[in-house]
T-cell receptor, first 113, second 114 residues
Framework: QQQVKQSPQSLIVQKGGIPIINCAYENTAFDYFPWYQQFPGKGPALLIAIRPDVSEKKEGRFTISFNKSAKQFSLHIMDSQPGDSATYFC????????????FGTGTRLKVLA | KAGVTQTPRYLIKTRGQQVTLSCSPI?????VSWYQQTPGQGLQFLFE???????NKGNFPGRFSGRQFSNSRSEMNVSTLELGDSALYLC?????????????FGNGTRLTVT
């Protein structure tokens, strides 16, 4: 019940394409869902986050879609660029309490020029 | 403002040895968390400290321990190293004591156990 399942494991798209990464959870106590971006040799950096009271959030070219009833959320990258090539992690945590984030296993994205 | 600083960046140790990793959080951040990152497993939560107290612990054996100092700096220790402990160890700090505040990660310490 503590897992966050992420798919696909890897993804290759052409420049300008819209890669979509999906995550699913079971624990209904989760109510904060961030996405992190990690480049080689660097730590993960917060990209965008959503709470379950909204179904969609956009920040620049990045959009999170959230389906509370299905307990699923996804990241869409509009007009993807080679610089977006990185590993993306979804995560979930309860809003209150300690910072015990549960991370997905990551998606390695490659955007071809 | 300086980010989360982890030292050292790389470590090579022999099985059976112990190791100490250090983390300096962002100034003003009092919560420090540690994660283990391995290929295929993603990030696994180790433990979290706030005001020198361990508030939560992940499912790791007792060989993994940590502490936090009064200046919020944190260390984690792994004793009796095993080959499977080879991983990237990430430290993250957060501003607020509870509720939701973004995790800010350091660039990690890459531990290799031979």
């Amino acid at each position: 019940q503590q897992q966050v399942k992420q798919s696909p494991q890897s993804l290759i798209v052409q420049k300008g394409g819209i890669p979509i990464i999906n995550c699913a959870y079971e624990n209904t106590a989760f109510d904060y869902f961030p996405w992190y971006q990690q480049f080689p040799g660097k730590g993960p950096a917060l990209l965008i986050a959503i709470r379950p009271d909204v179904s969609e959030k956009k920040e620049g070219r990045f959009t999170i879609s959230f389906n509370k009833s299905a307990k699923q959320f996804s990241l869409h990258i509009m007009d993807s660029q080679p610089g977006d090539s990185a590993t993306y992690f979804c995560a979930a945590t309860p809003r209150s309490g300690t910072y015990k984030y549960i991370f997905g296993t990551g998606t390695r994205l490659k955007v071809l020029a | 403002k300086a980010g989360v600083t982890q030292t050292p960046r790389y470590l090579i140790k022999t099985r059976g040895q112990q190791v100490t990793l250090s983390c300096s959080p962002i100034s003003g951040h009092r919560s420090v968390s540690w994660y283990q990152q391995t290929p295929g497993q993603g990030l696994q939560f180790l433990f979290e400290y706030f005001s020198e107290t361990q508030r939560n612990k992940g499912n790791f054996p007792g060989r993994f321990s940590g502490r936090q100092f009064s200046n919020s700096r944190s260390e984690m220790n792994v004793s009796t190293l095993e080959l499977g402990d080879s991983a990237l160890y990430l430290c993250a700090s957060s501003l607020l004591p509870e509720g939701v505040s973004p995790l800010h990660f350091g660039n990690g310490t890459r531990l290799t156990v031979t």
